[in-house]
């Protein structure tokens, strides 16, 4: 089994939901993310969601657009990326996602790409400006390697658009909980639940919520209704206001322990 699936599994068991932080790789540079990421773990993180940085990342907010520039103007290369990956492997064996756009990867060498990947120790993949009907190439090469590719669903998207998700995607059902950019948010659009009810009834995979989750409150709430919170932007800020990297990486820890204690007190019912 592999680790995205086998965690999914322990948390049903336990009845909780996940809880996934997104860091962006090299923000504010490698050894820090490296620190934080060791933090997020000790937090009580169950999966974390790595960011590779991009010059136009269209899909991304204000808070994560600057920290892809910040860690840009540090020289951050996919090549250490994958060493960022493999020294975390080296004592822990939680789940790891990488989050990023195709033209990277593209330029890359997709089969390149995903097998120094999988040999770094990265579980999966999210692409977020690759929709599932261009996804053939790509998932050749994750598939061949082990890794899972993850989709995005949203609020805009049709019955076509799930069925295709559910048939080929792995790891996880990422859905957007709003339309337009990453970003923290007050509150999130009531015909959420009906909305995920709506995937539920298309897939087997577990389905996480992000794009706007920034408090211990939210991230409860969607425990009620999912089987994971993703949060990003809230917690980039609070690394981004921190001073040095030891405080960055230990505020970066305290918050994920708050929201996964909030998301702990949801008993969940087994689907």
Same mark, same amino acid.
């Given at each position: 089994?592999? %680790? =995205?699936?086998?965690?999914?599994? /322990?948390?049903?068991?336990?009845? &909780?939901?996940?809880? #996934?932080? +997104? ?56 090549? %250490? =990326?994958?060493?960022?990956?493999? /020294?975390?492997?080296?004592?822990? &064996?939680?789940?790891? #996602?990488? +989050? ?172």
């Amino acid at each position: 089994m592999r %680790r =995205i699936e086998a965690k999914f599994a /322990e948390l049903k068991k336990r009845g &909780e939901a996940a809880l #996934i932080p +997104f860091v962006t790789a090299g923000d504010p540079d490698i050894e820090t993310t490296l620190k934080i990421l060791r933090a997020l773990e000790k937090g009580g993180a169950d999966c974390i969601e790595l960011g590779i940085p991009f010059s136009d990342p269209t899909a991304d907010g204000p808070t994560i657009q600057r920290s892809s520039e910040r860690a840009l103007k540090n020289g951050l290369s996919l090549p %250490r =990326i994958f060493r960022l990956v493999r /020294e975390f492997r080296r004592n822990s &064996e939680l789940p790891v #996602i990488l +989050f990023g756009y195709f033209n990277p990867i593209f330029h890359y060498g997709l089969r390149k790409f995903c097998r120094q990947a999988a040999e770094a120790g990265v579980d999966g993949m999210l692409c977020v400006d690759l929709p599932p009907e261009e996804s053939g190439e790509l998932k050749r090469w994750t598939d061949d390697e082990g890794l899972d590719l993850i989709f995005l669903l949203s609020p805009t998207s049709g019955s076509d658009r799930i069925q295709q998700v559910a048939r080929k995607g792995r790891g996880f059902i990422y859905y957007v909980s709003v339309t337009g950019v990453t970003g923290a948010r007050g509150s999130f659009d009531g015909q959420l639940r009906s909305q995920l009810a709506r995937v539920r009834k298309a897939t087997s995979l577990p389905i996480g919520v992000g794009f706007g989750i920034s408090t211990p409150q939210q991230a409860s709430w969607i425990a009620g209704l999912a089987d994971a919170a993703v949060v990003g932007s809230a917690l980039v800020e609070k690394i981004e206001k921190a001073k040095g990297s030891t405080e960055k990486a230990q505020g970066a820890g305290r918050f994920v322990a708050q929201l996964k204690r909030a998301m702990r007190q949801i008993r969940r019912v087994p689907n």
